[in-house]
């Protein structure tokens, strides 16, 4: 599912201080290329054994990936439950803990990113 009105849609940042503030929320940038990168946050919930994982796209504005300096702006942003043997599904209902997890470390997100 795609998450809307996060505020988070357009943002910009220079790669090292989006990674490092993606580190410190418990981000991971998992896929990478040249013009693009993901991060993800995995969400459990105990109670049923199921992960859920919170997905942040980037693109490139300026420069290239790996250059500290680059130019990154937040695409989209969704939620899914993992599936086995590997996957996401995204259309999946998501309780509403995870939800609430996911909207706390978007807005963290947000105000790290614009302050």
């Given at each position: 599912?795609?998450?809307?009105?996060?505020?988070?849609?357009?943002?910009?940042?220079?790669?090292?201080?989006?990674?490092?503030?993606?580190?410190?929320?418990?981000?991971?940038?998992?896929?990478?290329?040249?013009y693009r990168a993901t991060y993800d946050l995995k969400l459990e919930d105990k109670a049923s054994r199921s992960e859920y994982f919170l997905r942040i796209n980037t693109r490139?504005?300026?420069?290239?990936?790996?250059?500290?300096?680059?130019?990154?702006?937040?695409?989209?942003?969704?939620?899914?439950?993992?599936?086995?043997?590997?996957?996401?599904?995204?259309?999946?209902?998501?309780?509403?803990?995870?939800?609430?997890?996911?909207?706390?470390?978007?807005?963290?997100?947000?105000?790290?990113?614009?302050?």
């Open positions: 599912m795609i998450i809307e009105n996060s505020g988070l849609k357009g943002l910009k940042s220079d790669l090292a201080h989006l990674d490092e503030c993606m580190e410190q929320l418990g981000f991971v940038r998992w896929q990478w290329e040249y490139v504005e300026t420069g290239k990936l790996e250059s500290p300096y680059a130019i990154l702006y937040v695409e989209d942003t969704y939620i899914g439950k993992a599936t086995f043997p590997h996957g996401l599904d995204y259309n999946s209902p998501i309780p509403d803990f995870i939800m609430k997890a996911a909207a706390g470390k978007l807005a963290e997100l947000k105000s790290k990113l614009t302050h």
